[in-house]
């Protein structure tokens, strides 16, 4: 019989059945990833299952070792659902932070790396845990036009649950429509100056909108939604007071959105310049 007794082989055994436990979750986790990255599965595909795996894994493990140690699982379970029931009450937020987790994971509002706007935050998705979506910050009070600010912000998933949330990167077609404006005079002639934004927008986006318009249609084909959807960009004039604004609209990746506008915006000005007697800028403007 060993020096330590009966009651120091049972804490023993407890100890080393515990250890197996934990080393065989802790290690089929392991696994189950490394078959993933394997397989050649997205980025997207590996967080989400990572986080499906550690709660799935934690339960078992701790299921398991609590089993192991009390000897007796029914009523350990039945303990567990008392206290599940009293922790319920206390911790609403969080318990509604990992249902709002659930529900980002079955009906993809939003994904890790999608650029989305929920309550006052908007940003690129770099993380989504089991209580909190990690935001990388564009805008803001540090900067503008959809420029990054460098910032991290944590929403609460239970903001999903609450809350508008917006994401520039729709199913299938992750592109939105953008608008640059221009303001001319009266005297312009407005033939020419669409023509010359319409150009401009042909020059800098014309086949990669053409391709992604064809996928923007095949989306709506699947929903009841009817939208006349032309596959080059247009110009819609508006008047104002003491001058014709010029609208360009044009379908652009969110991330290049910034760029694109302001490559184009160069090179109507220019052309605009080079034909001082086709377009006027209202007087206020010095030329």
């Known amino acids: 019989m060993p020096w330590f007794g009966p009651d120091g082989e049972a804490l023993l055994v407890e100890g080393l059945t515990v250890l197996a436990i934990l080393s065989a979750a802790f290690g ?29 894994f934690g339960i078992v493990a701790t299921v398991a070792t609590l089993g192991a140690l009390t000897d007796q699982w029914v009523g350990m379970l039945v303990s567990l659902g008392v206290v599940g029931f009293a922790i319920t009450f206390a911790l609403q937020q969080p318990l509604f932070s990992l249902i709002g987790w659930f529900y980002i994971l079955v009906n993809r509002p939003y994904q890790v790396g999608d650029r989305i706007a929920i309550e006052d935050t908007r940003g690129d998705v770099v993380s989504i845990g089991f209580f909190v979506t990690e935001v990388w910050e564009i805008d803001g009070e540090l900067v503008s036009t959809n420029q990054p600010s460098g910032r991290i912000i944590t929403v609460p998933n239970s903001g999903v649950l609450s809350s508008h949330v917006v994401n520039f990167y729709g199913e299938g077609v992750p592109y939105v429509w953008n608008e640059l404006s221009v303001q001319v005079a009266y005297e312009t002639d407005l033939d020419f100056a669409t023509d010359v934004m319409i150009d401009v927008a042909d020059d800098h986006l014309g086949e990669e909108m053409a391709r992604e318009i064809a996928k923007y249609r095949d989306r709506l084909a699947e929903t009841p939604v009817e939208l006349d959807v032309v596959e080059e960009p247009t110009v819609n004039v508006r008047q104002a007071e003491s001058w014709v604004e010029l609208r360009l609209r044009y379908l652009v990746h969110p991330r290049r959105g910034t760029r694109a506008r302001n490559a184009m915006y160069e090179a109507i000005l220019r052309r605009f310049n080079d034909n001082p007697d086709r377009v006027g800028f209202p007087v206020s403007r010095s030329r």
């Open 28 to 56: 089929s986790y392991w696994l189950v990833l490394a078959y993933l990255a394997s397989h050649a599965v997205d980025k997207r595909r590996r967080h989400d299952a990572r986080n499906v795996l550690r709660l799935a």
